[in-house]
């Protein structure tokens, strides 16, 4: 069984970066596409961002286009997600997850992602 653990979460001022990552573990493959979605409190889970397998396909929600990026480091099967120019509205619990037909499209289909990570969270100061 795959398993997905996020970190990097925590608080953060508007304006401020961060960087998250996810590490899987268990049943493992490097074909895995990856994603990124967030939760915020009262709302329904939304996608992010989303990466193919090998890097060449990488989509973002148009909210954040050009303020994150995602990358991945198939020899540490692991997914990063760096979040510049934050915003209060970027608060939430972000979810890690992956899914085995590797089909990062322009929409990003939360249905589509077959395993998830527990979340970390992203809180704002001030």
């Known amino acids: 069984q795959l398993q997905l653990v996020e970190s990097g979460g925590g608080l953060v001022q508007p304006g401020g970066s961060l960087r998250l990552s996810c590490v899987a573990s268990?049943?493992?493959?490097?074909?895995?596409?990856r994603g990124w979605f967030r939760q915020a409190p009262g709302k329904e889970r939304e996608a992010v961002s989303c990466?193919?397998?090998?890097?060449?396909?990488?989509n973002y929600a148009d909210s954040v286009r050009g303020r994150f990026t995602i990358s991945r480091n198939n020899a540490k099967k692991t997914v990063y997600l760096q979040m510049n120019i934050l915003k209060p509205v970027h608060t939430g619990l972000y979810y890690c997850?992956?899914?085995?037909?590797?089909?990062?499209?322009?929409?990003?289909?939360?249905?589509?992602?077959?395993?998830w990570g527990p979340g970390t969270q992203l809180t704002f100061s001030s």
């Open positions: 990466i193919s397998s090998s890097s060449a396909s990488r």
């Open positions: 268990g049943l493992t493959l490097d074909t895995y596409g």
């Open positions: 997850a992956a899914e085995y037909l590797d089909g990062c499209t322009r929409t990003i289909t939360r249905q589509a992602y077959e395993y």
